[in-house]
């Protein structure tokens, strides 16, 4: 039995009817004789003064209510205008003056990899242990390195966060983080391969980001790690900024140390080089033709290695599946225990699945085999071909068929912002161009501006 309480207000002792039910019951019974409160509320043991203090604890319970409301209502305004309203920046961003999340420096680039790592099937094991050996989080003019525990788990809920791929999740709420015209946010993995990843790991989130960012947000994919700045000789990362009336890809250093540091180039610079040396160094012609044959003969044969080599381990396989099926049908004729039986049949079901498998590919391999000289082109539909590449590059709408294009012809280009400075070719197109080794093949830039010519 207490003889009493002494706190400041009523709103202290209960914010919720259940709690304040039961305190009104202890007053009832005695176990609880008297109540005094320092802010002046008066409180008399009584059905009048238990009256008084029932209607408190409704006001508190009100106060409580709309304040959470309040805070909720504020977190999804802000949330709605693309800005951040958690109380721990996301690894590798810093918040900004605005509260818009930003790149890091070197720790974006570290978590960008991350992604990278498990796209190439590295295990979390693997990837948790690399991010720690290189010393992360790293100091940069946005962040104090703290104390982390890098574990398994942590990178798990990393790959996990559909933010890093530019949706923000409050709730029931996502936001699409590319929708705005005053921020342009820089993903550390592109929306494909967040859906690819979560396919990959088993992860369901109830939306597909894929669906979720708009066909014209995904452009930010264009030759994603294939622009380098000249500074620094680190990837440019793609983002879109979005005007009025209009929005633009560009390509940004987030390397701190570097001299071209949050830098930009247009999209269009690059473009132009492109088209530049596809219209300077035609595929359209005999000499290219004559370099194209050969070279489509040396890929056919290396090819057909690898398709007999392939083939060979593909019918041991089948041979030693066949074994197998052979003696478990054996098994399920002569085992009289049901349930041995039943496991037998299971597994004999595997196995001609399996079977069925490894015969459709090599069914495959073969006619990709007897097929694989008619994939060498006449010069008359060589010519069809290639001629006016450039121009039929330039008439491409789809974002996604212009990045497999471009990625097929070209690895690499080196810019200062201003402009190209060195491309570099994909075999054999650097071949084709007349050059046998395709590092050879940086000859060209934006009208008029002299390359960087490379030994």
């Given amino acids: ?143 104090t390195p703290k104390k982390l525990k890098i574990s398994v788990k942590f990178i798990s809920n990393l790959l996990r966060d559909p933010v890093y791929a530019g949706a923000m999740v409050f709730g029931k709420q996502v936001i699409n983080l590319f929708q705005f015209e005053n921020y342009d946010f820089v993903p550390a993995v592109s929306v494909e391969d967040f859906d690819k990843l979560c396919k990959q790991d088993g992860i369901t989130k109830g939306f597909t980001l894929t669906n979720l960012v708009k066909k014209q947000d995904i452009q930010a994919n264009l030759m994603r790690e294939m622009i380098t700045c000249a500074g620094c000789n680190k990837y440019l990362h793609p983002n879109i900024t979005k005007k009025p009336k209009t929005s633009y890809l560009n390509y940004r250093c987030t390397t701190p140390t570097c001299v071209r540091f949050n830098k930009s180039v247009r999209t269009k610079v690059i473009l132009a080089a492109v088209y530049d040396f596809l219209n300077k160094h035609p595929f359209a ?117 212009l990045d497999f294009i471009i990625k097929k012809l070209f690895s690499n280009f080196v810019t200062d912002g201003k402009k190209v400075l060195q491309i570099t070719q994909n075999s054999p197109f650097g071949e084709l161009c007349g050059t046998l080794n395709p590092l050879d093949s940086v000859m060209v830039a934006p009208r008029g501006v002299e390359p960087l010519l490379t030994a």
Avoid: C
Wanted: no cysteine; net charge positive.
């Fill in 285 to 401: 012609n005999k000499k290219a033709y004559d370099r194209y044959v050969p070279e489509m003969e040396r890929i056919i044969k290396e090819r057909n290695k690898e398709t007999e080599s392939l083939l060979r381990s593909l019918n041991v396989q089948l041979r030693n599946l066949a074994e197998h099926i052979t003696g478990t049908k054996r098994e399920i004729q002569e085992e009289e225990d049901t349930t041995l039986k039943k496991e037998y049949k299971r597994d004999l079901k595997e196995q001609l699945e399996k079977a069925a498998k490894l015969e459709t590919q090599i069914k495959k391999l073969k006619q990709a085999r007897e097929r694989a000289n008619d994939v060498i082109l006449t010069y008359e539909s060589f010519i069809e071909l290639f001629q006016n590449l450039a121009q039929r590059i330039q008439n491409i709408e789809s974002m996604a068929h």
């Fill in 1 to 143: 039995m207490l003889d009493g309480i002494i706190i400041w207000s009523p709103d202290r002792l209960a914010r919720n009817m259940k709690e304040a039910g039961e305190i009104i019951d202890l007053l009832d019974r005695g176990i609880i004789k008297d109540l005094k409160f320092s802010n002046n509320f008066v409180f008399t043991n009584e059905p009048s003064g238990k009256m008084l203090l029932g209607i408190s604890f409704v006001i508190a319970k009100q106060y409580s209510d709309q304040h959470g409301q309040n805070v909720n209502r504020a977190i999804r305004r802000k949330t709605s205008e693309g800005k951040y309203a958690g109380s721990h920046t996301k690894h590798g961003y810093y918040k900004d003056k605005n509260h818009f999340l930003q790149p890091d420096g070197d720790n974006f680039a570290l978590i960008s990899e991350v992604f990278t790592m498990r796209l190439r099937k590295a295990s979390l094991k693997e990837i948790a242990t690399w991010l720690r050996e290189k010393g992360y989080p790293l100091k940069t003019p946005h962040t």
